[in-house]
């Protein structure tokens, strides 16, 4: 009998080499469609929703920070110095036996944000690192 696949076994692979593969989190696969409104001359009951292209949110990943890590410094070229180096993420679904059940390739993705989470002295909490990423489209492969 097949049941639905849990969330929080996967992997996320980078285009660069020496990159790591553990996150704590992933968001931001989604995908929708921009729509344009048109109104018809004469016509005063309804408007027409017509559409226009698809649109994607950009993807957050979270994990625990590292000392050295070749993704960081990827992020951290690209903000700093505006050297953008786009390269593919692949998100990859893994059942019980660490095969994959589903995997999203996003295409061209490229660092827009970089942040560590509250230092705060009263919590007993691991600083987690958070990337933002910007890409052209993603593909369920």
């Not at 000392?67 to 998100?91: F, G, H, M, Y």
Request: charged letters at 20%.
């Amino acid at each position: 009998m097949e049941y639905p696949p849990v969330a929080f076994h996967f992997s996320v692979n980078f285009g660069i080499s020496g990159s790591e593969t553990h996150f704590q989190e992933v968001s931001g696969i989604e995908a929708s469609l921009e729509t344009i409104t048109f109104k018809e001359g004469g016509e005063n009951r309804f408007h027409h929703t017509l559409p226009v292209r698809a649109k994607y949110p950009n993807l957050v990943l979270k994990r625990g920070m590292l000392k050295d890590s070749a993704i960081v410094a990827w992020c951290r070229k690209a903000i700093e110095n505006l050297d953008i180096s786009p390269t593919s993420v692949q998100v990859t679904l893994l059942n019980e036996n660490h095969e994959p059940l589903a995997a999203y390739n996003f295409i061209n993705a490229w660092p827009v944000k970089w942040a560590i989470s509250t230092l705060d002295a009263e919590k007993n909490a691991i600083i987690i690192e958070t990337m933002e990423l910007s890409y052209q489209y993603f593909k369920k492969l």
